[in-house]
């Protein structure tokens, strides 16, 4: 046994010194300090400067937050993107680092549900006038602009309706008036559609989703094409304290590095699923953008090529009743809301997304009581045609038809 009557009381409390290594670790340190000990004040002085590169706090900075946003720079062919705490940080980023009171905001109407509250009450309460807008038509969002418009925002494909935003036509619009185009590529990700090549300005992730992959993460990510908006936004970021916590970013890095196969597989898994579903008796539509039959398939094919996703929509006879027949003859399968997960989850967006319309709403939207969202994950697929043949059949056993 070592003696321990030299040592000094309280020494305990001190930070050990990192031990030194000659060889490195693979796997990225998860660095959890919320403050980093600068060697002097003129060393200090320098980082805040910029002449020396070093964190301080980590509320403005920390190394698994820079780790994680330049890979998705490297995904994205962005520059200088951030990472925040969550993707509704990351819309919030964008509008508080680059509006002000006076603005106007052109939105899609088919936005992420949070996003659309955000432009419908949060910004005019500060002043920035915002319209939604159907974005499958770029003459409506033309229509939209005002001289105080001062971004557009979109997502490439909407949530749960799966529309195709008309990307191409809203970009040139945008670029010929001189005003931002935002775009939300969550559901589309770089794999299939990266915005900066069409001339779009901002991009958004919600990286909890397929980047992160496993839903353990909560997380964000936004880009700029312009370095001094890449500036205002990280300023509103440290100000607004939108951190992203570095134990998240570790996760979401050890996500991203089997994305590119987990969305490959899902992808295919999609396609096939649709195929499927659109088989069954008792199965109203299917809506899958790869589908010959999508509204949207031709603009769909333009965009992504033949990387349609993982995500898909279909309508079954029976409302309600036929519903909670469907999800119970499935219990495996998590009915949640949330998408992007490895594993396959189902969610009902009358009920969660979009419970907060009228039916009358809704209908106009086409979301009823038999419309669910799948969000496809890397299952085997005979796993998920089999789930969703038994969850369609009780549906049909148990709804009366619609
Ligand atoms: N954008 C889109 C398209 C989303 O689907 C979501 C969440 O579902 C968000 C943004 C918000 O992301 P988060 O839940 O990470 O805040």
Redesign the pocket.
Known sequence: MTSRKNERPGSIVRRTPWPGSASRPVVSPLQASVVYAAESPDSLDAQYEGRLQGYAYAREGHPNADVLAGKIDRMEGAEGGIVLG??????GVVMLGLLDAGDHVIGSDL??G??LRMLREDLPRRGIRTDLVDATDAGAIESAIRPETKLILI?VVS?PTIRVADVAGIARIAHERGIRLAI?N??TTPRGFRPFEIGADIV??????LLAGHSDA???YAAARDPADREAMAIAAATWGFTPSPFDCWLAERGLHTFDLRYERAAANAAALADHLAGLDGVRRVVYPGRADHPDHARATELVGDRYGNMLSFEIEGGRAGANALVRAMPELPFAP??GDVGTTLSHPATSSHRGLSPEQRAGMGVSEGFFRVSVGVEEIGLLTGEFSAGVAAARAAGPAL
């Not at 969550?86 to 819309?91: E, F, I, Q, R, T």
């Not at 958004?204 to 989703?209: E, L, N, P, Q, R």
Request: a neutral charge; aromatic letters at 8%; glycine letters at 8%.
């Open positions: 969550s993707g509704m940080a990351a819309v936005l992420y949070r996003t997502e949530n939300d969550t559901f958004i992730h919600s990286i909890t989703k909560t997380l964000g949330t998408l």
